[in-house]
């Protein structure tokens, strides 16, 4: 049984009852040589109509469409995380690089599909996030001069060049197909790190560029974006409270991410391997785990590559927090990762469950009291090896479905049932059907 959305009344007319979202950040950019999964971009949105999904959650692109100046870039060159052959398995760092695309016509093909679909999109960026779209740029010269704004000046310039890409996608006729536009990514993980005044400073920061734009675009949803923090112990009420009471005042949509990161099984395995996402010096690190860690010795092959090798076919600093478990998917067995998971996720079930369901109803609540519409567009568990077993199991199945169902049951507006289900990743290759099954009960929940 569904709730009726929350804020439904403050949603434009022309967009749909409920969001399918996926999540296809610079994909359609970074993946589209042959055997890509943007190669061919009509192929893709036709699957992703096939599998239910109504709505696409990109990064704009904006710094690659436009200089500081205004003036259009023109095409540029697509870097990678690693060479071929090194980067197999970290989903969505696959790309080979090596060509060059124009953003804005690319983005522009974009919405002409998305129209011809009947396809919404949904605009952000990763652009000050470390380890994302940025480090895709080949050219080190544009990376810098993008990270060389001074942090307090990155919100107005953001917001400019946001109104910059509107007001082209607007004079090509896309308006209509704009879902909603969300200032940046994960705002403090991102574009707010090191902010002087700290979190005052910063929602007010945040305040003053969805008011400017808001105020230049009226027609259209302009919301913060954030990621409710995940502890150890699961669900935390005074934690969420802090993180709502951070939340944009002039926020048209309550849009979060929700991973059950420090609680979950997969970060558990992190823990206990004493390697993961932004683990520190990997060059006395691993080297030390090669000798003393049992776990570490058990999970990896017995043919492994060395670091001081591997390391050697890495791409630009960018993506450093993602070094250790890329090479870790690329060296492990990963049918001993599975078992791992299996064997230990009935200890984090509850937990985990838990926070999603807390997290969940604790959201509902503060939209309601605020009347704005909800969405999660990012979640559930963490960033897994593109090759495990595990998310796209029955068990990780299961999960998705149960968390569809708390969202229902709290009115929520947007929905992704899963991080990983685009083009190239197995969700999107070997369960269309689940998906498509998924999404119509979401759709069509009264």
Known sequence: MATPIVGRDTIPEHLPERLTIAFWFGYWATDMQPGEGFHDLEQAFADLVARGFNTIRIDGLWSWAFKPDGTR??????????????????AGTTARGGHRVDALDRLCEVFALARKYDVYVALTSWEYQPGHTLGSLADPAIRQEILDIPVPDRFPYTGTQIDRLLGVLKAEGFADRIAYVEFHNEIDYSIGRGMPGGRPALKAAVE???????????????????????????FDANMTAD??????????????????????????????????????????LIPRLEREGELYRWLVKPDHMPWAEYKQHLGCDWF????????????????RWDYWMFTHYPQYEERMRGFWRNAIQSMSRHARQRNLPLI?????????????????SAVGRANFETIMDHMLEAGYWGYMVSTYAFPSQPLWDNEAEWLKRVHDRILQAT
Do not use: K
């Not at 849009?255 to 558990?268: E, K, N, R, T």
């Not at 999660?376 to 796209?392: L, Q, T, V």
């Open 73 to 90: 870039r023109g095409p540029v060159e697509i870097g990678r995380v690693a060479d071929p052959g090194y980067c197999d398995y970290g």
């Open 208 to 234: 003053e560029q969805i008011a400017f734009l808001r105020e230049r675009h009226p027609d259209l949803l302009i919301t913060d974006d954030y990621s409710l923090p995940c502890p150890e112990q699961g």
């Open 243 to 284: 993180f709502l009471d951070h939340i944009a005042d002039n926020t048209q949509l309550l849009d979060h991410h929700l991973y059950a990161w420090s609680c979950g099984v997969q970060v558990a395995l992190f823990r206990e391997l004493g390697l993961g996402i932004g683990s520190g010096d990997l060059d006395e």
């Open 320 to 335: 450093q927090q993602w070094w250790a478990p890329l090479y870790l998917y690329q060296n492990m067995d990963v049918d």
């Open 376 to 392: 999660c567009d990012e979640g559930y568990i963490c960033w897994p090896p593109n090759n495990s077993a595990f998310e796209p």
